[in-house]
């Protein structure tokens, strides 16, 4: 079954209400304003949700996982705005789509399997340009393993106005699972302005844990970079990278 939406005023939050559904397929289209809120009582499959203004937008599953799909008529997750997105899978999570918000939060909790991504399952939450906003933040976890294709981009917006955005802080948690990535950027934005000052950067935290005798490696298959934003008068901060893994810490780069 598909179940395909297009609101105004939001999805399932009357009252904070989620809309509870049993389909495959979803394509949820919200304007205006409001919120979207919506649990699934299988696997999910996500052609598009595209969030418009400063709403949330939370998906869950009650059993098995969430797939961003990929391919014709696909669009992934988007939001014009700064309102958080969560996914909270049962089980897996599976991004083959971009998942991009302007300056919200990105959140993936209490799933008890792997979180994977392709290399077009992109990950983007940076402000608007020109505001000074900070840009939204990345928090995946898991009980399993995190294998990343796709970028993660928290970079701060520039701004030719003023001092430029904070970057998005990113942080991964793998518990009984290994972690690979590709590239984090949680760079500062760029001010351009005359005595302008650049974004500062976030940290990128990455982590695993166990509590069992099974050790999990990082593997980086990317740069991750949290250096401050370029400024006319002075640099932003730049930020700390932590990686803190029961195994080994692997660079995967081949050149």
């Known amino acids: 079954q598909k179940l395909v939406i297009g609101s105004q005023t939001g999805v399932g939050w009357v009252v904070a209400?989620?809309?509870?559904?049993?389909?495959t397929d979803l394509d949820i289209e919200n304007g205006t304003s409001g919120n979207i809120g919506l649990s699934n009582a299988q696997v999910l499959n996500v052609l598009?949700?595209?969030?418009?203004?400063?709403?949330?937008?939370?998906?869950?599953?009650?059993?098995?996982?969430?797939?961003?799909?990929?391919?014709a008529g696909t669009f992934g997750?988007?939001?014009?705005g700064n309102g958080q997105v969560t996914l909270n899978p049962k089980t897996t999570l599976d991004i083959n789509n971009v998942i991009t918000t302007t300056g919200g939060n990105v959140v993936v909790s209490g799933g008890t399997g792997a979180i994977t991504s392709t290399s077009a399952g992109v990950i983007t939450t940076t402000a608007a340009t020109d505001t000074s906003t900070a840009s939204g933040t990345v928090n995946l976890g898991t009980t399993g393993n995190i294998s990343l294709a796709g970028a993660i981009v928290t970079t701060g917006a520039a701004n030719s106005l003023?001092?430029?955005?904070?970057?998005?802080?990113?942080?991964?948690?793998a518990t009984e699972g290994a972690i690979t990535v590709a590239g984090i950027t949680a760079n500062g934005g760029a001010s351009s302005g005359v005595t302008n000052i650049g974004g500062d950067a976030a940290?990128?935290?990455?982590?695993?844990?166990?509590?069992?005798a099974t050790a999990h490696d990082i593997t980086l298959n990317g740069v991750l970079a949290a250096a401050g934003g370029t400024g006319s008068s002075a640099a932003g901060l730049s930020k700390t990278v932590t990686l803190t893994g029961t195994g080994a810490i692997v660079d995967g780069n081949t050149t």
């Open 77 to 80: 997750v988007t939001s014009t």
């Open 203 to 212: 940290a990128i935290n990455v982590t695993t844990t166990t509590g069992t």
């Open 162 to 173: 003023g001092t430029g955005g904070a970057g998005g802080q990113v942080d991964l948690t």
């Open 48 to 71: 598009r949700v595209a969030q418009t203004g400063n709403g949330t937008v939370t998906l869950g599953t009650s059993s098995a996982g969430i797939t961003i799909a990929s391919g």
């Open 17 to 23: 209400a989620t809309l509870e559904t049993r389909v």
